[in-house]
């Protein structure tokens, strides 16, 4: 077996992350896709980018202080990577403003949706703005002028502050020249005008404008120089030593409140900033040039997410459409009688998430219904599948819930989720010490007529139905027999203690997803020595696991064919000669976010189809509990190889193909087939409803 682990076949994953968002960014600058949906873009960029920061670069800046000099697969080291990392997040940045000001903003304003600059108000606007800020603004607002009594204010991550350059002395002959101006979140950042007073339909103000305008109200008597909206982007990782203590609910509740405190990793300021001040700002923050940002607008664009939502013009937005209810379902309303028919497949967002509520909901009232047990990795805050849940358990129903508390981004709503079940009589378990309770599963236990039958819902994705409208994903019902056991089997290692049983149909990490993938691949190779045709298709989040990706080459060395549809990090490199000619990979960027993890192995014409909640990541393989399950029925096997495969292998407009180099291209369509695999699935489910 050849050994491919020299750095020049792979990717560095940093530089992988940020030309997945040069694409998300590419969306915004597409002129096919409407200007609202186009600013939806910029802020999901920039919310990307913040956790990109937040993360990923608070975690490289971590390593340099430590003085690591241990080089990724790539055999880039630490210090290098950083380097890279902030010239190319000063490009994408520079590029995002200038989108939103030179484009997004004046196509917005042909259409009657103006954001109105301060050197630009007339009298009656700024009269208006005047008494919304004595109003609204003034009164919770906490000036602090910097001296020995009053020190630089601690800075909550990514909130939106003003550094104000003063002069002449205050009421008690004071004059240190600077104060700190912090907007408390409660503010809008955007604020509507009536349309009498805006002279357009939608008129709005950012709460930037309306304090620099009055910041001179604040400081009576002194002159200001200046005044600069300001940014810091802190380390949010969280770190709790599983290993010490006694209740993990208890010290993550304790650790939360200091994620808004955790070490800054970028300074973003207004592009009029002085010099003088973006020094003393970076000195605050304990940080370099190569971590300042200026922008040219407002700091913080995540913040104008609820224009498009504000803003009543369907034509600048995407088509609305209606999810799906398979006619199984919606013709036989009764969850349980339909599975035992049949395995039903749901395609999300495509499909609607309703029958999986329903699922819960019915499970909850039905005095048949002996057991409940579900994963919940991230939900939301309203959820009805809790709701349920919570039912279930105050009705005498035996209710276990494994609730991830370390979800990233999501630990205070499940630590609220996981205290509400508690008090309702339900089990909750807090998964496993060192691992992430990733898989996505419920299984229901129901007294029937030939003894207790278990029915299972597996998916791909979160059970969180908000996202279930924006996130594509799939989701299997069934009552097998074999596939039940196993995923009962899984929930006894969740709660219990013992050996990892062995699964007859199920693939799971730690133990047996990793071996049984790369047996897989072997497979494949095995039938190509011998002549067979052989061939592999995965569609996944992200690809950086080393022992995978030789696995592929290896593969394709052999004569394998492998498609790989990866929307994000992708650290294998293909199409090199003698190593990946026979590997393709491509990523779709469009209306909804990708995040089915699809496995296919042509197997001699078996066609083996796995669907999992799994990426092709170091984690996922070995830090988390993931579950990856067959499709076992032929239809819906066909189904799965042709909406979520072949479909997009297809698409020739929102896909993306990577190069040797690590860089993509975006495929140009034929002008007289120009196909995209969301449009198409759109039109399909549309045409079925």
Known sequence: MTEFKAPEYYINRELSLLAFNDRVLAQAEDTNTPVLERLRFLCIFSSNLDEFFEIRVAGLKEKIKLGSVAKSPDGMPPQQTYQLVSKRTHELIARQYRQFNDLILPELARHGVRFLRRTHWDETQSEWIKSYFFREVMPVLTPIGLDPSHPFPRVLNKSLN???????????????????????????????????????????????????????????????????????????????????????????????????????????????????????????????????????????LVRLMQIPDAVDLPFLKFPPFVQEIPATVSKHPDMFQTIRKSDILLHHPFQSFKPVVDFIQQASRDPQVVAIKQTVYRTSTDSA??????????????????????????????????????????????????????????????????????????????????TSKLYTDFGLFTCSEEIGSDVNDIFAQLTGLGKASQLRYLWQAPFTLHPKLIKAIHNEIEHAQKGRPAAIIAKMNSLVEPQIIQALYEASCAGVKIDLIVRGVCALRPGIPGVSENIRVRSIIGRFLEHTRIFYFRNNGKQDVYLSSADWMDRNFFRRIEACFPILNQRLKRRVIAEGLRTYLRDNLQAWEMDPDGRYYRKTPNRAQPFSAQESLLDKFSDEN
């Open 162 to 300: 003003f550094a104000v350059e003063l002069e002449g002395k205050d009421a008690f002959g004071r004059n240190s020249g600077t104060a700190i101006v912090q907007a408390p979140r409660a503010l809008p950042r955007v604020i509507r005008l009536p349309n009498d007073i805006a002279g357009c339909e939608y008129g709005f103000v950012f709460l930037s404008s309306i304090l620099h305008a009055h910041v001179n109200e604040l400081f009576s008597g002194m002159n200001v120089n200046g005044c600069y909206q300001f940014r810091v982007t802190r380390n949010s990782d969280l770190f709790v030593d599983e290993e010490e203590i006694k209740n993990l609910r208890l010290a993550l509740q304790g650790e939360l409140p200091h994620r808004h405190y955790g070490d800054a990793v970028r300074l973003e300021v207004a592009d009029n900033c002085s010099e003088k001040m973006a020094g003393f700002l970076l000195e605050q923050f304990n940080l370099t040039k190569n971590d300042l940002f200026r922008v040219n607008g407002p700091v913080n």
């Open 385 to 466: 599948l809790m709701g349920a849940l919570i039912q279930a358990a105050q009705s005498g129903k035996d209710v276990t819930v494994v609730v991830e508390l370390l979800a990233r981004f999501d630990e205070e709503a499940n630590i609220n989720w996981a205290a509400k079940l508690e008090d309702a009589g339900a089990h909750v378990i807090y998964g496993v010490v060192g691992y992430k309770t990733h898989a996505k599963m419920i299984l229901v236990v129901r007294r029937e007529e030939q003894g207790l039958r278990r029915y299972v819902h597996l998916g791909t994705g979160n059970y969180h139905p908000r």
